[in-house]
Nanobody, 113 residues
Framework: QVQLVESGGGLVQPGGSLRLSCAAS????????MGWYRQAPGNQRELVAR???????NYADSVQGRFTISRDNAKNMVYLQMNSLKPEDTAVYYC???????WGKGTQVTVSS
């Protein structure tokens, strides 16, 4: 059983930045892939970014070049640095682990002027 707790969401203006944090209840060195997903009202949950133990990363086309995922296994933390935010980035952002499968409860990101 893995518990994931997100933090760092909030209201930001277009073009601004936020850093989301995900704190895991287990040593994440044992988890192959950690990721961030998001879900906007009326939409399906979509992959934003993921990172493997080997530090390989994948990003959604919509965030490529603007978002950076990272992990600190020693601190059991995963981060999502979000720059150049756009209104279409508005969503609830969820931290995830692939195995054991786990989801956080989400943190709201709102990009609006």
């Amino acid at each position: 059983q893995v518990q994931l707790v997100e933090s760092g969401g909030g209201l930001v203006q277009p073009g601004g930045s936020l850093r989301l944090s995900c704190a895991a209840s287990v040593k994440i060195f044992s988890i192959n892939t950690m990721g961030w997903y998001r879900q906007a009202p009326g939409n399906q949950r979509e992959l934003v970014a993921r990172i493997t133990r080997g530090l390989s990363t994948n990003y959604a086309d919509s965030v490529q070049g603007r978002f950076t995922i990272s992990r600190d296994n020693a601190k059991n933390m995963v981060y999502l640095q979000m720059n150049s935010l756009k209104p279409e980035d508005t969503a609830v952002y969820y931290c995830s682990a692939d195995y054991p499968p786990a989801w956080g409860k989400g943190t709201q990101v709102t990009v609006s002027s």
